[in-house]
């Protein structure tokens, strides 16, 4: 329904538009008892055994929005080492896990060293822990090691996207060319698409539970596009059986971070940093915006902060239209003190306002 309605258009963003931004940090407040924008009561982090390790084994942990207490944790099962991502569906209770394997791959590179995806369903209102989550293998082909591996869970529960990109000379020949697989989790049973390089690193499901967006660029072109892939198309390709919703012109001044599209399909979410010329350590200015993906136009500028390479906005929950957001924030300044990701702090985001909620200094993603 979505990609019915999208026509072909472009973004341009160059300097006359850059100035036009709003440069000021969203106002602060307190969160109040009731959390605000409905966002969903319990989340899954994943959370580095270690306290303060930088790498290395992770845990699951479900975890209340509100307070931040954990209510329950789930270990990576044998023989894998660490979560390497998790994904959530619409319900607040269903999500997925990648589980990865041992490895030595270089962890500059995020390589993925053999995955396999596994069910956690969470009764966080259950009387004995144990009980509160509860983790099955899925159906699903485990992914080859030295695979770049991005994922997300249909809002249903019903279809997984994974997405498997090869890393160059650190990567094994037989990951071969890139390519999107989509699973239907009652049945195991799979179709695969290939794509094109720089394809895949972001990809979201819309409201209808068939459609499927998927944001990327070739190497060095500067011209993102997000193209909407209908899952359940009688083609035989991706470009067949996918539309472009949007193009964005950009240059090599601006870095994207993250791209995607609200689940309702119509407006576009982007996090981006300008970097400041000249300087070191690189700094420049992270700003997360929204645009109407049917007119191409900036609505709004979420939050705009001075920070330093690599600091931006990670979106980790979204509203069916984007009027609510749940977002991990770079900090002003580095923390000290033990643990990983100091620098991160979690709020909800309704219009231009910020709710702090608890986040976990252990903590490197969240699924809602």
């Known amino acids: 329904p979505a990609a019915a309605a999208v026509a072909l258009l472009v973004i341009a963003i160059g300097t006359a538009v850059v100035a036009s931004l ?43 929005t509100a307070t931040g207490a954990v209510l329950a944790t789930v270990s990576v099962p044998k023989p894998y080492a660490t979560f390497a991502g998790v994904a959530a569906s619409a ?18 590179h995020q390589a993925e060293t053999g995955t396999r995806f596994f069910k956690l369903t969470i009764s966080p209102n259950a009387r004995a822990r144990s009980e509160r989550a509860h983790l099955t293998a899925l159906p699903v082909p485990a992914e080859p090691s030295g695979a770049l591996v991005r994922f997300a869970l249909s809002p249903d529960g019903s279809k997984l996207a994974v997405t498997v990109a ?5 990567t094994p020949a037989k990951v071969g060319p890139p390519y999107l697989s989509v699973f239907d989790l009652r049945t ?32 060095f072109a500067f011209r993102w596009q997000v193209r909407l892939l209908d899952t359940t198309a009688p083609g ?10 949007v193009r964005i012109s950009s240059s090599p001044r601006l870095i994207w ?31 997360l915006q929204k645009y109407d993906v049917r007119t191409g136009r900036l609505t709004s500028t979420v939050d705009a902060r001075q920070v330093g ?5 990670e979106v980790q929950w979204s509203s069916r239209s984007g009027r609510v957001l749940i977002t991990l924030l770079p900090r002003h ?12 702090t979690a709020a909800i985001v309704v219009g231009h306002r910020l709710y702090p909620i608890p986040w976990s200094r252990t903590a490197i993603e969240g699924a809602w």
């Open 166 to 170: 090869s890393l160059g000379k650190w």
């Open 333 to 344: 300044r580095e923390q000290t003190g033990p643990g990983v990701n100091t620098e991160r």
């Open 22 to 64: 709003a440069h000021s940090v969203p106002r602060t407040r307190q969160a109040p008892a009731a959390l605000p924008g409905h966002v969903p009561p319990y989340y899954v982090a994943l959370e580095f055994v270690q306290p303060h390790a930088q790498e290395g084994t992770t845990r699951a942990a479900v975890t209340s």
């Open 91 to 108: 319900d607040d209770r269903t999500f997925v896990l990648a589980a990865q394997l041992p490895g030595r791959l270089p962890s500059a």
């Open 188 to 219: 195991g049973a799979g179709r695969t698409w290939p794509t094109r390089p720089g394809f895949g690193a972001s990809l979201t499901w819309l409201a209808d539970n068939r459609t499927l967006a998927l944001a990327g660029a070739p190497s």
């Open 236 to 245: 035989t390709g991706f470009a067949a059986d996918s539309t472009i919703a």
């Open 309 to 313: 390479l690599g600091e931006f906005d």
């Open 257 to 287: 971070r993250e791209v995607m599209i609200t689940p309702d399909g119509r407006t576009l979410l982007v996090a981006r940093e300008t970097p400041r010329a000249g300087e070191w350590p690189t700094t420049g200015t992270a700003r």
